[in-house]
């Protein structure tokens, strides 16, 4: 079964995603998390954002796989755990640009759907539901206001003691949604078929909760 979400950074896809998995024993796979070691390798390699060619051989050469402790995925690249890695400022910055090159996409696109291959998923990201699974079983659009998904990322940041302020936070929300809804191939938009869920004012468990039982009217 492949239950598919899209939603915007911040929106609260991957805390409702990954506790879904593990109540319900499904793979969870964050395909913003194969994005991010592109975008990684791309920093280590000292590559500059314009140098397109070279992100792209690089996204042809690396190896992506996602693993679980049974409480978080832990991501590899090249077999070297990169978890914490992926998730710096200096990654975030550069993240949304990378994705929008159109052939990183087309690899990643290939990557995510071998990923969840023969499983039962929980796949979330920005162009799942319209792009990489048209035909999962269950779609969904998580959105939330801009003030409150900055707001979580900044808690979460504060939690991994990364280094930020709001207003920084903000305006990478701000940028992101921009660069994300508005990429050439793969933009983030509502799918026809999506049930949309709005949670600025809903609480994890009542997000979980919604989408626990739709899953189970499928199942
Ligand atoms: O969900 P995230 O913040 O980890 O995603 C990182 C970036 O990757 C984000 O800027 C959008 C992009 N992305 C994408 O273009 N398509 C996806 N399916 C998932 C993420």
Not at 37 to 48: E, M, N, Y
Not at 68 to 93: C, M
Not at 98 to 116: F, G, H, W, Y
Request: glycine content about 6%.
């Amino acid at each position: 079964m492949i239950v598919a979400i899209d939603g915007p950074a911040g929106s609260g896809k991957g805390t409702v995603t990954k506790r879904i998995a593990k109540e319900l024993g499904f793979i969870n796979l964050d395909t913003g998390a194969t994005y991010r070691c592109v975008a990684l390798q791309a920093l280590r390699s000292k590559l500059s954002i314009k140098d397109e060619e070279e992100i792209i051989k690089l996204a042809n050469n690396i190896e992506i796989t996602i693993d679980s402790n049974g409480n978080e995925d832990i991501i590899f690249l090249n077999g070297e755990d990169v978890s914490k890695d992926i998730r710096t400022k200096e990654v975030t910055n550069i993240v949304s640009q990378v994705s929008s090159i159109i052939p990183v996409r087309e690899i990643m696109v290939d990557v995510q759907r071998n990923l969840a291959k023969g499983r039962n998923v929980i796949v979330e990201g920005r162009d799942i539901t319209t792009v990489v699974f048209p035909n999962a079983d269950l779609k969904i659009y998580l959105d939330a206001s801009e003030e409150i998904r900055a707001k979580r990322r900044y808690s979460e940041n504060l939690e991994k003691g990364i280094n930020t302020t709001y207003e920084e936070v903000l305006e990478n929300v701000k940028m992101r949604d921009y660069n994300d809804m508005h990429k050439k191939f793969g933009a983030l938009k509502k799918a026809k078929d999506a049930i949309v869920i709005d949670s600025t004012n809903l609480k994890i468990d009542e997000v979980v909760d919604k989408i626990k039982d739709e899953i189970k009217k499928k199942i």
